[in-house]
């Protein structure tokens, strides 16, 4: 089947816009997560959603970070007023609610370019 | 919390040589353990895991990787690389019944293989 999607591939955004990142998970997921994965920092968690249950919120760097998800299917993760050290490729995951929960299925990314 | 140390950032090897990606981690808690690859301007996938069982792990395409509670390693081998197991390696941990299962990676160890 269809493995994760985001969208858009790549964005180049002026610093001080703000952005919105898209992820859809694989159908029947439980479990979505966002990563950043950036020179220097490596890969990061953000944001973990389970369901209807509250996101965790951990791993958000600023309060300039959200994100919502939508009928427990599709996440975006919003960058308010960006900055240059936001520039990283966003790495959306998902998990089934199984055994396997513990095997997270990771998107392509997007890849923010702040100027 | 946990933290994943992969001890080499590069590792240059020819093809057909054998090599070994480490990783070490800390954590107060029994944990899961992963190893993913990233190709080129790919996304990151799952190329073999520890839940539980045999501490010994093998992927489809030849890796292997050991559990060893005692010196908190999970070090990655493959007795035979080929140019098309160029890629970074990401070691990563989750700590079980930690909220999520969040992934916490290591730096990455990049792995290239010269004809």
């Known amino acids: 089947g269809a493995g994760v999607s985001q969208s858009p591939s ?20 439980t479990a979505l997560y966002w990563y ?33 998800r939508t009928g427990g299917s599709v996440s975006t993760l919003t960058i308010q007023r960006t900055q240059q ?7 959306c995951a998902s998990s089934g609610y199984t055994r396997s929960s513990y095997e997270q299925y990771f998107g392509p990314g997007t890849r923010l370019t702040v100027t | 919390a946990q933290s994943v140390t992969q001890l080499d950032s590069q590792v240059p090897v020819f093809e057909e040589a054998p090599v070994e990606l480490r990783c070490n981690y800390s954590s107060s ?9 990233q190709y080129p301007n790919q996304g990151l996938q799952l190329l073999l895991k520890y839940l539980s069982g045999s501490t010994l792990v093998k992927s489809i395409n030849g890796f292997e990787a050991e559990f060893n509670k005692s010196q908190t390693s999970f070090h990655l081998r493959k007795p035979s ?30 792995l290239t293989v010269n004809p």
Not at chain 1, 85 to 91: G, H, K, R
Not at chain 2, 29 to 37: A, D, E, K, T
Not at chain 2, 84 to 93: G, I
Request: hydrophobic share 30%.
């Open chain 1, 36 to 68: 950043r994965q950036s020179l220097g920092q490596g890969l990061e968690f953000l944001i973990y959603f389970q369901g209807n249950s509250a996101p965790d919120k951990s791993g958000l760097p600023s309060d300039r970070f959200s994100a919502e």
């Open chain 2, 29 to 37: 808690v029994s944990v899961y353990l992963f190893w993913y690859v």
């Open chain 2, 81 to 110: 690389v080929h140019i098309s197991d160029t890629a970074e390696y990401f070691c990563a941990v989750t700590g079980k019944g930690t909220s999520g299962s969040r992934l916490t990676f290591g730096e990455g160890t990049q």
């Open chain 1, 10 to 29: 790549n964005k180049v955004t002026e610093k001080g816009k703000d952005v919105e990142l898209r992820c859809d998970p694989i159908s029947g997921h």
């Open chain 1, 85 to 91: 050290e936001d520039s990283a490729v966003y790495l």
